[in-house]
């Protein structure tokens, strides 16, 4: 599996004074008001290159906001930098052309749309030529992926299962060259065969140098796949901790349940 990443970036990742590896991305006291209600109150979040961190937490947490914010799709207040430069707020599309890449909570796709030109769409942070995509090496690892998009790369996205709307979701974010991987929920709605596909993939991708944030309500596989996990209740940070001690009987129970 060859699916491009930002390794010779990685590899060459600048290191901070202290000698620890500089962080690929660095949210600090992000808070997202809804209306009057306060959804994330000023939680922090690093991301070390090649890492893959969990974001945990019940229905209603705070999950997704915080993601949306970090993402720049999302009004919130705080700080976010992205490989080394200050983010300018609400700064999607600036962060998408510099290698962070969300697959969204519900997959967002263009269902009237191919299986292809969904494809296409997630190539927009580096190119708009059309002709140029689809000659492109992204595309080709994209089908290599998942062979099941190459055989109906013609089909509308509406007419598809919902595991492979994710195959789509997941191919259209690997089409923009990311650095940074963020997955809202990808096992919410799958089939066991279609979650462990994914995870598989994620693998892969994690054995490629590339970083991930993964957001799961259901923390089984996150906790297997990722380095760290941080547990959100009521828009706040409870705890933060290694997998290693996550995975411990009872913890995990006895933070949801806090
Ligand atoms: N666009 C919005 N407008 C108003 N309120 C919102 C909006 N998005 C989220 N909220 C509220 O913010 C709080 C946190 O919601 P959020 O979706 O971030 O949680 P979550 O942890 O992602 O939950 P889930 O596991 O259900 O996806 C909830 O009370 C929710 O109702
Ligand atoms: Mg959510």
Known sequence: MAVTTDAAALR???RQ?????APVLEAQDITVRWGGAVAVDACSLRLARGE?????????????????AIAGVAPSTGRVVFDGTPVPPRSAHWLARRGFVMVPEGRQLYGEMSVEENLLLGAYPWSRRVSVIRRS????NVYELFPRLAERRRQE???LSGGEQQMVAMGRALMGR???LVMDEPSLGLSPSMIDLTYRILHGLRGEGLSLL??????????????RGVVLSSGRVIEEAPVEEL?????LERLYLA
Request: overall charge positive.
């Open 214 to 227: 993964l957001v799961e309500e259901s923390p089984r596989r996150a906790l297997e796949l990722c380095d």
């Open 137 to 140: 090496p992204e595309l080709a």
């Open 178 to 180: 990311p650095k940074v």
């Open 157 to 159: 996205v509406v007419t």
């Open 52 to 68: 893959a961190v969990c974001v945990l937490g019940r229905n209603g947490a705070g999950k997704t906001s915080w993601l949306s």
């Open 17 to 21: 004074r202290d000698g620890a590896p």
């Open 247 to 251: 995975r411990r009987p009872g913890v």
């Open 12 to 14: 060459t990742g600048a």
